[in-house]
């Protein structure tokens, strides 16, 4: 079992950047991939970004391409979402999360939520006018 922790909680202005990391279970991860999504209230979970593990393969969605960048260490434990040029429409709770096993078409399917098993506990990020 993953566990997985966000970290990177801010308040930031119209314009500015954050930087967020997602810690899993302090070892080295050795799933598929992991990704981002983010939540408002009453809303679906939305997918921001996801990253093969292997290779490093990156994948956006189309309100963040651009702007967004999802990375991971060498050390293979820790992922990151660096954001810029945030907007009030920015302002989600953020998750990350992870899949252990392999699958066809993952342009498509990793930007489905159920396509992941572990979750973390979700970290706020408001982005004021």
């Known amino acids: 079992q993953v566990h997985l922790v966000e970290s990177g909680v801010g308040l930031v202005q119209t314009g500015g950047s954050l930087k967020l990391s997602c810690a899993s279970s302090g070892r080295a991860f050795s799933g598929f991939a992991m990704a981002w999504f983010r939540q408002t209230p009453g809303n679906e979970r939305e997918f921001v970004a996801a990253i093969r593990w292997s290779d490093s393969n990156t994948y956006y969605g189309d309100s963040v391409k651009g702007r967004f960048a999802i990375s991971r260490d060498n050390a293979k434990t820790t992922m990151f979402l660096e954001m810029n040029n945030l907007g009030p429409e920015d302002t989600a709770l953020y998750y990350c999360?992870?899949?252990?096993?392999?699958?066809?078409?993952?342009?498509?399917?990793?930007?489905?939520?159920?396509?992941?098993?572990?979750w973390g506990q979700g970290t706020q990020v408001t982005v004021s006018s």
């Open positions: 999360a992870a899949r252990q096993g392999g699958i066809a078409s993952p342009s498509y399917y990793l930007r489905q939520s159920d396509q992941y098993s572990n």
